[in-house]
């Protein structure tokens, strides 16, 4: 069945123009099909649920597809390099609002 051939399928970039999408380039390398077919193949296993999307990642994979180490491990330190920007993010903002804080009282100083 088609859904076998893609329940592992691992992730896969999807692109509005068909010729760039990573996922009907495999779908057409998998089942040897032409492009229009491998656009009604992708839209069948899609509306089946077949493939899942990711949505962090914005990609397209097998329902069954279980990640690698190396790739649970890549996903690892993203989450850790996500969280260690959002950590600079908040304090970058903290120090915006004391330099506003510090503007506001310099301006009421000057009278302006």
Known sequence: ????????????R???LPERSQVLAHIMATRGCDLEQAISTFH???RRGH????KAGRLWMGVEHTPDESEAQFRGRMAAEVAA????VSRLEDLLERMKQ???QVC?????
Do not use: S, V
């Not at 493939?51 to 990711?54: E, H, T, V």
């Not at 920007?85 to 600079?88: E, V």
């Open 108 to 112: 009421d100083h000057l009278g302006l």
């Open 102 to 104: 510090a503007h506001n």
């Open 1 to 12: 069945m088609i859904r076998d051939q893609f329940r592992t399928m691992p992730p896969k």
């Open 14 to 16: 999807h692109d509005r």
């Open 44 to 46: 069948y296993l899609r």
């Open 51 to 54: 493939l899942r999307f990711q």
């Open 85 to 88: 920007l959002q950590a600079k």
